[in-house]
T-cell receptor, first 110, second 113 residues
Framework: EADIYQTPRYLVIGTGKKITLECSQT?????MYWYQQDPGMELHLIHY???????EKGDLSSESTVSRIRTEHFPLTLESARPSHTSQYLC?????????FGPGTRLTVL | AQTVTQSQPEMSVQEAETVTLSCTYD???????LFWYKQPPSRQMILVIR??????QNATENRFSVNFQKAAKSFSLKISDSQLGDTAMYFC??????????FGAGTRLTVKP
């Protein structure tokens, strides 16, 4: 079944650690996105990609980085996690117009 | 800049009744798409309904329907026969040029038994 996956679902980590949030989709979509969302609040686009080797920064400034080496994979990396990075991170993909979302990763940095 | 405004931060409705969530948007584009997404508590964001701006007919998906007023730039969501499982955050969104997606701030809907 075509879907979009995110791991881990929950992550609690100490300040200064390097982390990578994984996102994979089996929908064959070219476009992928990362959003940051505080619980119950609006979404903020932090990164997007229109295809392999294409990455762009979104509207919200973020200290994270992304890569797109394979069409189905769009990982997000934080080199040095800080408490201000505590949030939910949503990955999405789209073909023509509609975006489909993964289940999210809830990150807590102590 | 393209914007999407949801003026109702919170709403509630009795089970089995009808509720309408408001959304307005601002664009100078002629070709765009509009969406309503639902995000239940601690669960995945899912698409509720999609509207193509060049289609005058309002989109409908079972108990969910929209009132699309293009001239007024309004895109409200009507939920009929509300169910407890409809309790969620609802986000209105617009897509321009197939690349620029904008979300509203969301409306928290509570369905009361």
């Amino acid at each position: 079944e075509a879907d979009i996956y995110q791991t881990p679902r929950y992550l609690v980590i100490g300040t200064g650690k390097k982390i990578t949030l994984e996102c994979s989709q089996t929908m064959g979509h070219d476009k992928m996105y990362w959003y940051q969302q505080d619980p119950g609040m609006e979404l903020h686009l932090i990164h997007y990609s229109y295809g392999v080797n294409s990455t762009e920064k979104g509207d919200l400034s973020s200290e994270s980085t992304v890569s797109r080496i394979r069409t189905e994979h769009f990982p997000l990396t934080l080199e040095s996690a800080r408490p201000s990075h505590t949030s939910q991170y949503l990955c999405a993909s789209s073909g023509a117009d509609t975006q489909y979302f993964g289940p999210g990763t809830r990150l807590t940095v102590l | 800049a393209q914007t999407v405004t949801q003026s109702q931060p919170e709403m509630s409705v009795q089970e089995a009744e009808t509720v309408t969530l408001s959304c307005t948007y601002d664009t100078s584009e002629n070709n765009y798409y509009l969406f309503w997404y639902k995000q239940p508590p601690s669960r995945q964001m899912i698409l509720v309904i999609r509207q193509e701006a060049y289609k005058q007919q309002n989109a409908t998906e079972n108990r969910f329907s929209v009132n699309f007023q293009k001239a007024a730039k309004s895109f409200s969501l009507k939920i009929s026969d509300s169910q407890l499982g409809d309790t969620a955050m609802y986000f209105c969104a617009s897509l321009y040029n197939n690349n620029d997606m904008r979300f509203g701030a969301g409306t928290r809907l509570t369905v009361k038994p």
